[in-house]
């Protein structure tokens, strides 16, 4: 594949973007490859198929995938396309099934991937075909952190630990707060905006910047106490942006939101409710994640590279690539197992009400980043570099945190990202990628 030199396009030192990467379709193709056909990619979440024979759909970029828990336990993840003529073998959403027959003409899988029927076997294909090669295309990798299920299709990927780095910390308050870890509840919200993929993963990654301003409505609202005072008056005291390496890009809440109760009303959280319960088994937390962690405003907001998302209204997300210009949204509301059956209920409401295809937060951000994205297409607005200089310079790092730090408002994990993000396009395998060094062990 000819590739589109990024690096020269992205200039963290300077802390300019070349529009282009949001526009471009040559610059699509080669993310799809380059990206999302190396990186560990989000696939779901055990809690979708706990059971053998289990099934849920989804896709790695524009790839569709079947993941599976076989017959055995074991999880799989496929390209879902018959061998024979390239149909579609499984048109559902999710569900329980031994096998797969594809319509077209009845070549049938297991849910391990094999080849287990082939219509005129013996009559058609003399008993010549050589079943054991026509199995489904099965991605290089497969692995769960903590029931967040990943995959790759490169053979030569990290593994997913050193893939994921410090973002694991800060994943855990997501996922590890409790015993029994945490799971999908009321199915998926789906839905297509105008709008390129990277807005969504970049401005989850840390964009606290925007918070006051586009949603200052909801503020007003009655929604969000004190919309404008979580921004920039609390610089670096409670709240910081996190560069976690490898793409990886976080929103802390700090260790000192816990004594100021005002920050905690302030942020979009899981609601009154919700926060009360995150708060209501200290114990627990300071036993399973320590002191630090324990101390931490709920459950943070960061973006896994490329494309995975949570925010902590709670709920998680992928911002599947359709184009430069679309992307298709597929997000959930994410809960511990072991929270009451009326928090789960309250927590999910949060969510609906702020994110999801209805949610008003979501519909602020939408707008912007479809204007920003349409406008990309001008010839014009092509040759314009954008801005990500905030705070470049004042990076730094604490005793109590792993990553690399910025101020609460600053365009560290934007340069990060998309540091990462040319650095994995210009590489011509994972050979040539290092990977930022994981501090996570000093915590
Ligand atoms: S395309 Fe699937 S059996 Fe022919
Ligand atoms: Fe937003």
Known sequence: MVT????????????????????????????????????????????QIPNNNDFTATYIGEDPILLTRDSKG????????????????????????????CTYHGWTFATDG??????????????????????????????????????????????LEDYLGDSAWYLDLLVDRREGGSELIGGVH???????????????????YHVPISHGSIGLAGMNRNPRGAGMAEQGKDRFTVYAGNGHCITSGGSTAAV??????????????????????????????????????????????????????PTVRIWHPRGPFKTEIWSYCLVDKKAPAEIKNIMKRNYIMRFGPAGTMEQDDANNWSQSTTIGKSPR??????????????????????GVLGHAVSETNWRGFYGWYAKMMDAPSWGSVKLDPKTTNKW
């Not at 879902?80 to 797969?100: K, L, Q, T, V, W």
């Open 4 to 47: 589109t030199p990024l690096t020269p396009r992205v200039n963290t030192a300077k802390g300019l973007v070349d529009r282009t990467i949001f526009s471009n379709q040559e610059i699509y193709q080669q993310e799809l490859e380059q990206v999302f056909g190396r990186c560990w990619m989000w696939l779901g979440h055990e809690s």
């Open 74 to 101: 074991k999880l799989h993840a496929f390209l879902n396309m018959c061998r024979h003529r390239g149909n579609r073998i499984c048109r559902a959403d999710e569900g329980n099934a031994p096998s797969f027959m």
């Open 114 to 159: 094999k080849l287990v029927g082939v219509p005129g076997y013996k009559e058609a294909y003399f008993e010549e075909l050589d079943r054991s090669q026509w199995g489904l295309v099965e991605t290089a990798h497969i692995g769960s952190y903590k029931g967040l299920v990943f995959g790759t299709w490169d053979k030569n990927a990290p593994t």
């Open 190 to 208: 789906r839905w297509v905006m105008d709008f390129n993929w990277k807005f969504g993963s970049d401005n989850f990654g840390g964009d606290n």
């Open 260 to 313: 100021n109760p005002q920050m905690l009303n302030s942020a979009p959280q899981a609601g009154q409710e919700g926060n009360e319960y995150l708060r209501s088994y200290p114990d627990e937390l300071k036993a399973r994640l320590g002191e630090v962690r324990a101390r931490q405003q709920a459950l943070g907001i960061g973006t896994i590279f490329p494309n995975f998302t949570w925010h902590s209204s």
């Open 381 to 402: 607005a092509q040759k314009v570099q954008l801005n990500m200089q905030m705070g470049i310079g004042h990076e730094f790092t604490n005793e109590t945190h792993p």
